[in-house]
């Protein structure tokens, strides 16, 4: 390993240092793919190095100062000839080291996946693996998912919807989600592949984290998406949503997701007002459900809540009497009110009880402008 280092280090420092007479730049070059291509772990491990800055802090960090000052000074001495034989040196270590492409890496998942002999360990290995491979795919990394969709890695990832073990297919509509959040070609990928009602049986699962993790994956499939919102809507999903908000005794965070996806739903009917909106809109009862989350004691479930009504009350489907003798809106919102001024006294959230009264306010303004109309 010393001599790895030593080797690295000296090289760049005579490159950087010492005029190369067949290099009119006025130093010895390391080739521009060679160092993005870097990877240079130490041993028995599988780190590696993205960028020649990360290569050199690791190899000064891995070296004998002594022995770096005196090699350093017998590289000075080396001829043109010899400093371009270390040169092949190096870039012989990078290729050997070099790291495997993102479309190599979901190859071998891939592969892992489809191989029915693999051990549980390696499909959870697996699955992790494409997680981390999509995660950029928010940043316009359009590459990888297309990638993943051609190597039929997204076929394989359903099928681990059907595994007997509930972290498989909680991985496995993780993927789902993160996949198809913000990409409709994604989501009409995968509502190809008939998934949509297998994830929303998930939603209902007594595991916590498949229930979560399948909600996820639904809400990124339908968000903003007409042809899934119609899919959603058949298979009786704003009933659904509305079995999850009257329940209390539900995880939090799958009661957030719920309301939070009914509050999108909501305001994409708003911005296509041409569409016909699903009569589940209206009813009395989700309508209810969502104004009692006010009362919750998790500021951020109120908050949500409160999105999801401003957005219901601007929908001309829904009816402001239903909204203050069926749903108490006007108690609910004066409650509420008495609640955040009693919170403002916490310097810590301060802040944000005073953002969550700010839309409190304007969502009673639109209620009020609703019963005028009505």
Request: with cysteine; net charge negative.
């Given at each position: 390993m010393d001599r790895i280092c030593l080797t690295l280090l000296l090289f760049v420092a005579v490159a950087m240092c010492r005029a190369d007479t067949n290099n009119s730049s006025g130093g010895l070059l390391l080739p521009t793919d060679a160092v993005d291509s870097v990877l240079v772990p130490p041993e028995n491990s599988d780190g590696g190095f993205s960028s020649l800055d990360s290569m050199l802090n690791w190899a000064i960090s891995n070296s004998d100062?002594?022995?770096?000052?005196?090699?350093?000074?017998?590289?000075?001495?080396?001829?043109?000839s010899e400093l371009q034989k270390r040169q092949m040196e190096i870039k012989e270590i990078m290729e050997k080291t070099k790291m495997p492409s993102d479309g190599e890496l979901m190859k071998i998942a891939i592969s892992d996946l489809n191989n029915k002999s693999a051990s549980l360990e390696d499909r959870y290995r697996a699955l992790q693996e494409l997680l981390e491979l999509v995660e950029p795919i928010d940043n316009?990394?359009?590459?990888?998912?297309?990638?993943?969709?051609?190597?039929?890695?997204?076929?394989?990832?359903?099928?681990?919807?059907?595994?007997?073990?509930?972290?498989?297919?909680?991985?496995?509509?993780?993927?789902?989600?993160?996949?198809?959040?913000?990409n409709p070609i994604v989501q009409q990928q995968v509502l190809e592949?008939?998934?949509?009602?297998?994830?929303?049986?998930?939603?209902?699962?007594?595991?916590?984290?498949?229930?979560?993790?399948?909600?996820?994956?639904?809400?990124a499939l339908i968000r903003n998406n007409a042809a899934s919102q119609e899919k959603f809507y058949a298979e009786a999903g704003g009933w659904m949503l509305h079995d999850i908000l009257?329940?209390?005794?539900?995880?939090?965070?799958?009661?957030?997701?719920?309301?939070?996806?009914?509050?999108?739903?909501?305001?994409?009917?708003?911005?296509?007002?041409?569409?016909?909106?699903?009569?589940?809109?209206?009813?009395?009862d989700l309508l209810k459900s969502v104004v009692d989350l006010t009362a919750s004691p998790d500021l951020d479930l109120q908050e949500k809540a409160l999105v999801a009504i401003k957005s219901f009350l601007q929908l001309r489907i829904t009816e402001a009497l239903v909204f203050r003798d069926f749903c108490a809106l006007g108690n609910a919102l004066n409650r509420m009110k008495q609640s955040l001024h009693d919170l403002m006294a916490d310097e810590y959230q301060r802040d944000y009880v005073m953002d969550v009264e700010t839309l409190r306010i304007e969502v009673e303004q639109i209620f009020h402008k609703k019963l005028v109309k009505q």
């Amino acid at each position: 390993m010393d001599r790895i280092c030593l080797t690295l280090l000296l090289f760049v420092a005579v490159a950087m240092c010492r005029a190369d007479t067949n290099n009119s730049s006025g130093g010895l070059l390391l080739p521009t793919d060679a160092v993005d291509s870097v990877l240079v772990p130490p041993e028995n491990s599988d780190g590696g190095f993205s960028s020649l800055d990360s290569m050199l802090n690791w190899a000064i960090s891995n070296s004998d100062p002594e022995k770096l000052k005196e090699s350093a000074q017998a590289q000075q001495r080396l001829s043109p000839s010899e400093l371009q034989k270390r040169q092949m040196e190096i870039k012989e270590i990078m290729e050997k080291t070099k790291m495997p492409s993102d479309g190599e890496l979901m190859k071998i998942a891939i592969s892992d996946l489809n191989n029915k002999s693999a051990s549980l360990e390696d499909r959870y290995r697996a699955l992790q693996e494409l997680l981390e491979l999509v995660e950029p795919i928010d940043n316009a990394n359009g590459e990888s998912i297309m990638d993943l969709h051609k190597l039929g890695g997204l076929v394989v990832i359903t099928q681990e919807l059907n595994h007997s073990d509930p972290g498989i297919r909680t991985i496995a509509a993780w993927i789902l989600g993160k996949a198809s959040q913000n990409n409709p070609i994604v989501q009409q990928q995968v509502l190809e592949l008939q998934v949509l009602s297998k994830l929303m049986k998930m939603v209902k699962s007594d595991s916590v984290e498949e229930a979560n993790k399948a909600l996820y994956a639904v809400s990124a499939l339908i968000r903003n998406n007409a042809a899934s919102q119609e899919k959603f809507y058949a298979e009786a999903g704003g009933w659904m949503l509305h079995d999850i908000l009257r329940n209390a005794n539900l995880d939090i965070r799958l009661r957030k997701k719920a309301v939070l996806l009914l509050a999108d739903l909501a305001a994409y009917q708003l911005e296509n007002v041409d569409r016909d909106g699903p009569p589940f809109f209206n009813d009395r009862d989700l309508l209810k459900s969502v104004v009692d989350l006010t009362a919750s004691p998790d500021l951020d479930l109120q908050e949500k809540a409160l999105v999801a009504i401003k957005s219901f009350l601007q929908l001309r489907i829904t009816e402001a009497l239903v909204f203050r003798d069926f749903c108490a809106l006007g108690n609910a919102l004066n409650r509420m009110k008495q609640s955040l001024h009693d919170l403002m006294a916490d310097e810590y959230q301060r802040d944000y009880v005073m953002d969550v009264e700010t839309l409190r306010i304007e969502v009673e303004q639109i209620f009020h402008k609703k019963l005028v109309k009505q």
